[in-house]
Structures are given as C-alpha cells and as structure tokens.
Nanobody, 121 residues
Framework: QVQLVESGGGSVQPGGSLRLSCAASGSGFSINAMGWYRQTPGKQRELVASITRSGTTNYADSLKGRFTISRDTAKNTVDLQMNSLKPEDTAVYYC???????????????WGQGTQVTVSS
C-alpha cells in the first residue's frame, strides 16, 4: 500500500513564498509521475505541475515562472516551490503519484490528504 504525506502548507502574504513537500511511503510498487494539483470550493481539481521519473516537467500555463517542481527519485519525494504568490493561488493542494504495483502493468493514482495554502494580506 502506498501513502503520500504532504507538508508545508500555511498562510502567506501576497508576493511571499511557500514550499510544499510530499513523501511517498510503502513497498511493492514503482512510482512513475508525481505532481501537485489544487482545488478551490466549487471547482474541479486542476493540475499545478507534474514531473516524470526521468525529470520531465509539466506546468499549468498560468503558473510557469512562479512555481517550480522538483523530485528526489531515490527518496520518493516531490517538492513544489511557490514564489510570488497571489490571492488566487489560495487552494487546497494535493500531492499525486502514479504508481505501478510490482509485477503488474496497471497504473494507479494515489492522492495525499491535501494541504491548505492561503494567500492573503
């Protein structure tokens, strides 16, 4: 069984920075892509950024240049550095991992519990 644990959310003023971290634990699987999504009340969860095992990154167009995703494959961790934060970045941020149980060919989406990020003056 795979579990994702997030940390680093909180409150910050506009223009500030936060760093989110996510660690995957468990055994019997390999991790393909990892990423971060966010969701606000009444809206669908949306991609913030993702990173493959080989390091290829993908960002939401509106966030390029302010957010940076990084990954430590050996430690099964993924971080999201968020700079120049805006009030519209306020959301619950979810860590995601696409995992493949060993000896199978099916991928499974795993989600963290979510961490609140609030940007307000």
């Amino acid at each position: 069984q795979v579990q994702l644990v997030e940390s680093g959310g909180g409150s910050v003023q506009p223009g500030g920075s936060l760093r989110l971290s996510c660690a995957a634990s468990g055994s019997g699987f390999s991790i393909n892509a990892m990423g971060w999504y966010r969701q606000t009340p009444g809206k669908q969860r949306e991609l913030v950024a993702s990173i493959t095992r080989s390091g290829t990154t993908n960002y939401a167009d509106s966030l390029k240049g302010r957010f940076t995703i990084s990954r430590d494959t050996a430690k099964n961790t993924v971080d999201l550095q968020m700079n120049s934060l805006k009030p519209e970045d306020t959301a619950v941020y979810y860590c995601n991992a696409v995992v493949r149980p060993l000896k199978t060919t099916r991928d499974i989406d795993i989600w963290g519990q979510g961490t609140q990020v609030t940007v307000s003056s």
